[in-house]
């Protein structure tokens, strides 16, 4: 029965990510059969600890995050958990052997957001390591299957993914991020005073991170490959429309890209696998 046990877990992430992420679990359905379960797993595990920061203000987040991350590691541990989200979590960890180094830092990204409103460049980079960058190292761990050479060699393209995927999420989220949760990541940056050239210099490092994470989209193994083209593809189509966007925008709503440029984006996407331009 513990596979059933397992499957039902690993359900759970399954349905947290499709629940929380459209695009990303859009494009998971878009790898390897054997991939899309552990990359479910991470993205389940990552969705409740950025919950419990963000959203559970009734309660006593430092708490339930030392709980959560005490829960974590003692799951790693023993190889079993009753928490269906930290059972499948552990099982992707152990199966790849995912340096832990890469949890800790999560988790101190995780412990930044519960007090934490403003940051140096120092203290920017260190977050984006630990809350996205990191995450990325988790799936790459999966999409080498254990070729520690190729993941040597992807590892930096893969945290310039996450880079740029956290720093789109910042602009996207600029009005919930300042006005609700009164964190302000972008190091030195007055938002009384947001000005087009302040919005252009973050988005010309974000446009950095795009260009860098291609170069290591082309040399993934084809069962990853085009799922994380189509969600590097997302977030692109993403921050074009933020450029686009006047400043004063972003404070007014949350921009977001329709479902049939979604569509449209994964059409030409397939078009490029099929006459081979990816």
Do not use: W
């Not at 809350?131 to 799936?139: D, F, I, N, R, T």
């Not at 949760?181 to 210099?201: E, H, M, S, V």
Request: glycine letters at 4%; hydrophobic letters at 40%; aromatic letters at 16%.
């Amino acid at each position: 029965m513990m596979d059933l046990f397992h499957t039902v877990s690993q359900e759970c992430s399954k349905i947290t990510t499709e629940k929380y992420s459209t695009s990303f679990s859009s494009a998971i359905r878009l790898l390897h059969p054997s991939l899309r379960t552990s990359i479910y797993n991470i993205y389940g595990f990552v969705r409740f600890a950025d919950e419990v920061v963000d959203s559970f203000h009734e309660f006593d987040k430092e708490q339930l995050l030392a709980e959560f991350k005490k829960d974590t590691y003692r799951a790693i541990e023993q190889k079993v958990s009753l928490n269906p989200i930290l059972q499948s979590f552990q099982i992707t960890i152990n199966q790849f052997e995912i340096d832990q180094e890469l949890i800790e830092a999560f988790f101190n990204s995780m412990e930044q957001d519960l007090n934490k409103t403003k940051y140096d460049l120092d203290g920017y980079q260190q977050y984006i390591y630990g809350s996205a960058e990191v995450v990325g190292l988790m799936c790459l761990y999966v999409f080498c299957g254990g070729d520690k050479s190729m993941y040597n060699k992807l590892k930096p393209f893969a945290q310039a993914l996450g880079a740029a995927f956290q720093k789109v999420n910042f602009l996207r989220d600029l009005k919930a991020d300042y006005e609700q949760l009164n964190r302000t990541y972008f190091p030195g940056i007055d938002f009384r005073n947001f000005t087009p050239a302040i919005k252009k210099q973050i988005e010309e490092d974000i446009a950095a991170d795009f260009q860098k994470a291609y170069e290591g989209i082309i040399q993934l193994p084809a069962n990853a490959r085009f799922g994380v083209y189509v969600a590097y593809k997302y977030y692109l189509s993403l921050f074009k429309k933020i450029k686009k966007s006047q400043p004063a925008l972003l404070f007014d709503s949350r921009i977001r890209i329709p479902n049939y440029s979604k569509a449209f984006i994964l059409m030409r996407a397939g078009l490029r696998r099929q006459f081979n331009i990816l």
